[in-house]
């Protein structure tokens, strides 16, 4: 089966998309994983760093998103098709062979306070959060690994996320207000496993939009390290760098050095890459 790593925080803009798409697009073409990636964001930024913008219009006309599995659930009715839905072999990286992706759709602003309704109405914890497993289910064995990008909030649809995941991972900028609400995310998410009955594995921190030159992030870093309610802090830093935010266009790329850079950014998105599947394989 699948292992399901979702990434979380409740601070946006701290480089979760970024991140997961990095990783998915690292883990097929360096390290030969089939990768399905799931977008819970309305935002649709990790879909548009996946497919062209014109691409996602025609599928959310056909109703090919999350919004079609989540609006079934609020109204009864049963369009989502996941095998279509599902968009095969994505990423503007031509070497980049092995990650599908199951988009978004900015119809999901106005799903997620029919579904909190529908949380309400059933009332325990556990309400309306299976929606997304049951519809993978059929095609989870397929993948090594399916990645989820959450909004930046613990709403019904990151719950979905969570209650299929195995472990997750917390991107931050190593700063004050950015390392704030880690703690609540971790107790939230901790609390919701039990619900569940079972545990949803801390992978670690990744730090992101590193400056080497700055004071604050050093001492944050340092910090977040003796911080005993932190478990794990990924070794390997990704740097704040001008081709990464770059890359979050859509165009084409014929490898992931000519995406994402090779000045230290190729490097470290595959070692980022590397030690979160061997926190996966030695952890889910
Ligand atoms: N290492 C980096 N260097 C430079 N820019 C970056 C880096 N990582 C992310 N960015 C840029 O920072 C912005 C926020 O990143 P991203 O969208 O990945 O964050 P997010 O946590 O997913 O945000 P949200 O909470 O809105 O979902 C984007 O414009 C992205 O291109
Ligand atoms: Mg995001």
Known sequence: MAKVITTISLKGGVGKTTITAGVAEFMSAEFGQKV????LDS??????????????????????????????????TSNFD????????????KKV??????????????????????????????????????????????YDYILIDCPPNVGPITLNGLAMADGYIIPTIPDVLSTYGIP???????EFGEELGRSIVELGLVITKYKSNSSIHRTTIR???????????LPVYLAESN??????????????KG??????????LREITKNIMTEAEAKL
């Open 184 to 190: 609540q995310i971790q107790t939230r998410i901790k």
């Open 97 to 142: 062979t092995g990650v599908d992706l199951l988009p978004s759709s900015l119809d999901l602003i106005g799903l997620q306070e029919r579904i909190s309704a529908l949380r309400v109405n059933e009332g325990s914890p556990t309400s309306a959060v299976d929606i997304l497993r049951k519809a993978i289910e059929p095609v989870a064995a397929y």
């Open 243 to 256: 081709s990464i935010a770059a890359s979050a266009q859509f165009e084409p790329y014929g490898t992931l």
């Open 43 to 76: 935002q649709i930024n990790l879909t548009t760093m996946m497919i062209s913008e014109g691409d996602w219009f025609d599928l959310n006309k056909k109703g090919l998103t999350l919004a079609t599995l989540f609006r079934d659930a609020v109204e009864g």
């Open 259 to 268: 995406k994402y850079g090779n000045a230290g950014q190729f490097d470290q």
């Open 223 to 233: 910090n977040l390290r003796r911080d005993q309610h932190i478990q794990n802090v």
């Open 36 to 39: 399905l990636l799931i977008d």
């Open 82 to 93: 996941v095998q279509a839905s599902i968009q095969r072999s994505v990423s503007p990286v």
